[in-house]
């Protein structure tokens, strides 16, 4: 059974306080891995998408890599723009195609 | 610009009434896919279709049914509605079957009574 654990559950920073979000799958033949940033009573909206092990993307104050075990994002100087819900998630490469998603890192920025 | 608009944003219904929730695309995609989020939980998937006349079971899928007659629609249904199934529902599509994004409509927030 895929499972997808992100951690810490929460998590408060002052305005330019840098820090990352952990995702830790376990997944039969990974396909994709997925981050997600969601605003409440909104959908979510897609940040990354990243392949294999050693791949690093990035955006703007956001950046994310990937190992074979975890993932993170990591956030540089961020801005109270930036406080969401952050949700991973998993897609393995047979069987249903649906994401498998983490329960989320729910951030908040303090100016 | 393309989009994925759910209707209603908001319902409340009483247990056992059938309930069916919309939900149309204009990316032309021919993956589509219902998740229900539940505090606890995160988002579950319910059902997902590949094109017109394809349906398939997710994780959660007992009590809800989904028919595909075009590529837009993805309407979802809840046979006989019961209080488990209050939640957020989202639908969503996608371009491939595999390894890219799917985009997320606003929701609908159900409230079985």
Request: negative net charge.
């Amino acid at each position: 059974e895929d499972q997808v654990t992100q951690s810490p559950e929460a998590l408060r920073l002052q305005e330019g306080e840098s820090s990352s979000l952990n995702c830790s799958y376990t997944v039969s033949g990974l396909r994709g891995l997925f981050w997600y940033r969601q605003d409440p009573g909104k959908g979510p909206e897609f940040l990354f998408t990243l392949y294999s092990a050693g791949e690093e993307k990035e955006k703007e104050r956001l950046k994310a890599t990937l190992t074979k075990k975890e993932s993170f994002l990591h956030i540089t100087a961020p801005k109270p723009e930036d406080s969401a819900t952050y949700l991973c998630a998993v897609q393995r490469g047979g069987g249903a195609d649906g994401l498998t998603f983490g329960k989320g890192t729910h951030l908040i920025i303090q100016p | 610009d393309a989009e994925i608009t759910q209707s209603p944003r908001h319902k409340i219904t009483e247990t056992g009434r059938q309930v069916t929730l919309a939900c149309h695309q204009t990316w032309n995609h021919n993956n589509m896919f219902w998740y229900r989020q539940d505090l606890g939980h995160g988002l579950r998937l319910i059902h997902y279709s590949y094109g017109v006349q394809d349906t398939n079971k997710g994780e959660v899928s007992d009590g809800y049914s989904v028919s595909r007659s075009n590529t837009e629609d993805l309407p979802l249904t809840l046979e006989s509605a019961a209080s488990s199934q209050t939640s957020v529902y989202f639908c969503a599509s996608s371009e491939y079957v595999r390894g890219t994004e799917a985009f997320f409509g606003q929701g609908t927030r159900l409230t079985v009574v």
